[in-house]
């Protein structure tokens, strides 16, 4: 099993920035994907970013390339996500995820087999 929780959601501006954060705890996959992905109300689930074990390999969506960064600290066990140039279309939950495998698949949420419980990040305009 694999733990996940989320932390760093909040309040914060257009243009603003935000670091969210993923501790991870238990079973951990040394080849393996992290990723992060989003939900607005009344919207699907949406890939965000995603990393493989060693840090060397990233996606990220099209909607925040250039804006957010994903990276990860193995000696921590931690994933975050830094969101600049924040906008309001940015406003969801944002969910850490954790697979067994990383390929190009790792952008599909179906692939995931353990999330945190969410963290809300909020872009007022």
């Known amino acids: 099993q694999v733990q996940l929780r989320e932390s760093g959601g909040g309040l914060v501006q257009a243009g603003g920035s935000l670091r969210l954060s993923c501790a991870a705890s238990?079973?951990?996959?040394?080849?393996?994907?992290m990723g992060w992905f989003r939900q607005a109300p009344g919207k699907e689930r949406e890939f965000v970013a995603a990393i493989n074990w060693s840090g060397t390999g990233t996606y990220s969506a099209d909607s925040v390339k250039g804006r957010f960064t994903i990276s990860r600290d193995n000696a921590k066990n931690t994933v975050d996500l830094q969101m600049n140039s924040l906008k309001p279309e940015d406003t969801a939950v944002y969910y850490c995820?954790?697979?067994?495998?990383?390929?190009?698949?790792?952008?599909?949420?179906?692939?995931?087999?353990?999330w945190g419980q969410g963290t809300q990040v909020t872009v007022s305009s």
């Open positions: 238990g079973r951990t996959f040394s080849s393996g994907a």
């Open positions: 995820a954790a697979a067994p495998l990383w390929y190009s698949g790792s952008v599909d949420a179906r692939n995931y087999n353990y």
